[in-house]
């Protein structure tokens, strides 16, 4: 969920050194052909979806599998996903967009649904810029020189450091929670007690036993952050199923692991990737336009807007989406999230 370090860093200060980000190591045990491939929407986990038929491809460390919908010579909008959650995220904002005009990838992050790692030797590695890499890769082998990037919690934080490291490639961005690009050493700094509440499972994941926990009680874990995330947010069984169902990839837990682990320092990255990690400890302001949304709802741990408005340097404007809105804001408000990614884009 979204790491309120923003509030941390603009309250208070903040030493930073973000850990090394990682990319990953690769041979190719497992590894599936470099070409797009049109996958079954019942061809493996996660891959029973609204989206219809899904596709496969190579994308640096990962076999990722998308949702693509829309013209092929569309502008391109890419929808990221956080946790627990998946692109079904994005199963209401897409068809709005692809209607539009746009060509809309979704992907599943690595340790989702049909995504997979290409090596049995690839460190499970859930850093924060790790994942925007796999997306940079994505957009390489898709290629997609530059596109409109729209994400919530994981996926807001990726937009951002998408757009922070890689700026032209990032045509504008869609942030939900606004500016969430943190570092380890951020993580360190101790809250207050009741701010330390809201991230219990943080600690939680930070033992073997969380480590197990998680494991076993995998869908009920998931069921229970949505309703903490968005208690207003009254979704079926039905549609919590199809989202839990991209939990079961193999890769699932040790990725959530090693991700809140990082957050807190206990485990490290690739030192390859420290350059990356140390410009994103210096907080760099985002220079593209953006739009920044939150619910009025939102359960989850988050910085206030006025925290970070002042790290978009461009085009900016920060809307609150009413209606008992939570965490979860592209699914529970589909046509808010879709017209700011419009009104973004339009006006670049």
């Not at 990032?170 to 101790?190: D, F, R, W």
């Not at 995330?229 to 959530?256: G, K």
Request: net charge negative; with cysteine; glycine share 10%.
């Amino acid at each position: 969920m979204s790491d309120p370090i923003d509030r941390r860093r603009f309250f208070g200060h903040a030493a930073a050194a973000l850990a090394a980000v990682q990319l990953e190591r690769m041979a190719s045990a497992s590894a599936q052909p470099a070409a797009v491939q049109p996958t079954s929407p019942r061809a493996g986990p996660g891959s029973d979806t609204s989206f219809g038929q899904l596709k496969q491809i190579d994308a640096g460390v990962l076999n990722v599998g998308y949702a693509d919908l829309g013209p092929a010579d569309g502008p391109p909008v890419i929808l990221l996903h956080g946790w627990p959650y998946d692109i079904h995220t994005y199963a209401d904002v897409a068809p709005i967009l692809a209607s539009r005009g746009y060509r809309v990838i979704v992907p599943y992050l690595r340790g989702y649904g049909m995504t997979r790692f290409l090596s049995a030797a690839t460190m499970r590695n859930g850093q924060q810029s790790v994942v925007a890499a796999d997306i940079i890769a994505l957009m390489d082998a898709l290629e997609i020189g530059k596109a409109t990037i729209g994400g919530c919690d994981w996926g807001a934080r990726t937009a951002n450091i998408m757009a922070a490291l890689w700026p032209e490639r990032c045509k504008a961005m869609v942030s939900v929670s606004g500016y969430l690009i943190g570092s380890q050493q951020l993580g360190k700094v101790p809250l207050p007690p009741k701010a330390e509440l809201q991230w219990w499972y943080q600690y939680y994941f930070a033992t073997d036993r969380g480590r197990s926990g998680y494991a076993i009680y995998t869908r009920d874990f998931a069921r229970l952050i949505w309703q903490l995330a968005s208690p207003q947010w009254n979704f079926d069984d039905a549609t919590f199923e199809r989202s839990a169902a991209a939990f079961d990839n193999p890769d699932h837990v040790a990725v959530v692991i090693h991700n809140y682990r990082w957050r807190l320092g206990l485990v490290e990255g690739e030192a390859q990737f420290d350059g990356l990690e140390a410009r994103l400890a210096q907080g760099p302001v985002i220079g593209v336009p953006t739009v920044t949304l939150e619910g009025d709802a939102n359960g989850a741990p988050h910085p206030d807007a006025s925290a970070y408005a002042r790290m978009f340097s461009g085009r900016y404007a920060h809307r609150v989406i009413t209606g008992g809105i939570g965490h979860n804001l592209p699914q529970e408000a589909p046509q808010a999230f879709a017209e700011a990614v419009i009104d973004v884009d339009t006006d670049c």
